[in-house]
């Protein structure tokens, strides 16, 4: 069976002592739930206080992003190492506004995978559409190639230890949250795909989080379909009522 997976993804959003009200109070929150996986993902400034915090907890640290490189002169970039270092355990990579506005290809997101997870970082790898795209009927092509560029020659066991997340782009941030049905669509494609590339048995233990506004009120439809293993929040974990309204709406 798989295990629901909450995630939240702050983007660039709170200074440390934000970060760390915040925290304190979903822990306080969370303190007795122990169905769901939860896990935050606040910025890099934050990581290592927030570790501190959450040590012994029942709620994961990510981060939203690496370098590829063990280490080197990459000014402004963070390594594998750092982040295992800092205390994190996730990490997203291939996040749509990274692609957007930071150039990032399907071919970076393959190296980042594979520097992730020498680490024994978990990596959520984010695919997903445009409005132009979903337009143009061209949803699961353009899916495919990010699946198989983004991981490309990765072996199994590889894709035994990560998540994927499947954000359509225009519902990123704007409120429009795919329908149950429209999400479910692509999340049984992806399952698909892995079962065809793979087998079977990754395909079945695969997690696919749906993102793109998840909030209390629409997240018991969209993890009410059969390929839907939990959600990569945005907006919504901003706030502790919020997000742990969606973890609670979840059962
Ligand atoms: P949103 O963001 O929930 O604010 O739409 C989701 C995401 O970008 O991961």
Known sequence: MRRTLIAGNWKMYKTISEALELVNNLKRELVDQDTVDVVICP???ALSEVSDIL???NIGLGAQDLH???QGAFTGEISAAMLKDAGATFVIIGHSERRKYFFETDQSVNKKIIAAQSKNLTPIVCVGETLEEREENRTTQVVEKQLKQGLKNLNPE???KLVIAYEPVWAIGTGRTATPGQAEEV??????WIKAEYSEELSSGLRILYGGSVKPSNIKEL???PDIDG???GGA???KDSFAGIIRNVK
């Open 223 to 225: 993890i009410g379909q």
């Open 43 to 45: 910025p890099y400034t």
């Open 187 to 192: 999340h049984e494609f992806i399952r698909n």
């Open 68 to 70: 590829w490189e063990e």
């Open 231 to 233: 959600a990569l929040v």
């Open 158 to 160: 590889s894709i035994e």
């Open 55 to 57: 040590n012994g907890s």
């Open 237 to 239: 974990s901003l706030e």
